[in-house]
């Protein structure tokens, strides 16, 4: 987000806008400014600023010191309605900001990634991780129990009949009553039955033509042999 950008702004939200106002927003222009779907030469900056405005107001701490040096204390109301900042849910990192699985087809057929979460505060009493859809899954998760850090695996693979191209999706995480979102993308490639050459075709022909040939010469001899 270059330097004196409002988040608020970049985000269209109010000064006193929830978690839950703020991560929807950050879905909704993150699925509209992606640069796979955007071609707009300024697609993919807007995308970056989305996910800098987003990285800054979903942390309590950081939202609260970037409005006392603005001079507008609207995440300090907010943050005392929601009870963030005095949660186990303050101070949450996902990493990486968007996962990319790249071709999946025939000969990559499933692609792995890893999305870690780590928090600052009080331990989350609860953490959930979406389950995924048609093409991605959540194959597993681990929490440390020695630091605030929870990692999920993510596995893209493509399932019988799904049209080739582009898909998106997003993977979203929940501590208690905050939650997180990782953007999704991958690309698809229809699975092509193989051909049979003409050639291949020909071969097959010219053998079974071959073969019916000899077969009636041997009848022919036989019944020769039988009449003499």
Not at 171 to 197: H, K, R, Y
């Amino acid at each position: 987000m270059a330097l004196g950008l409002d988040p608020y702004a970049v985000l269209g939200l109010p000064r006193d806008a929830t978690a839950a106002q703020i991560a929807q927003a950050r879905r909704r222009l993150s699925r509209q400014y992606h640069p796979d779907v955007n071609s707009a030469p300024d697609a993919a900056a807007r995308f970056d600023e989305i996910q800098r405005a987003f990285s800054l107001l979903s942390e309590p701490a950081a939202r609260a010191e970037y409005d006392r040096a603005s001079g507008r204390p609207g995440a300090a109301r907010a943050a005392r309605e929601s009870g963030a900042g005095t949660g186990p849910a303050h101070g949450i990192a996902v990493q990486p900001a968007s996962v990319d699985f790249g071709h999946l087809g025939p000969s990559r057929p499933a692609a792995d990634a890893t999305v870690t979460v780590s928090w600052t505060g009080v331990r989350p009493s609860r953490i959930t991780g979406d389950q995924g859809t048609e093409w991605w899954t959540t194959v597993g998760s681990a929490v440390s129990a020695s630091s605030s850090v929870v990692l999920f695996h993510l596995r893209a693979r493509a399932p019988a009949g799904l049209p080739a191209g582009q898909r998106h999706g997003q993977f979203t995480v929940t501590l208690d009553g905050t939650q997180v979102t990782v953007p999704l993308t991958a690309e698809f490639s229809s699975v092509v039955p193989p051909t049979v050459p003409d050639a291949v075709r020909h071969v097959r022909h010219t053998s079974w033509v071959d073969w019916l040939i000899v077969t009636a010469f041997v009848v022919i001899v036989l019944v020769t042999l039988a009449l003499h």
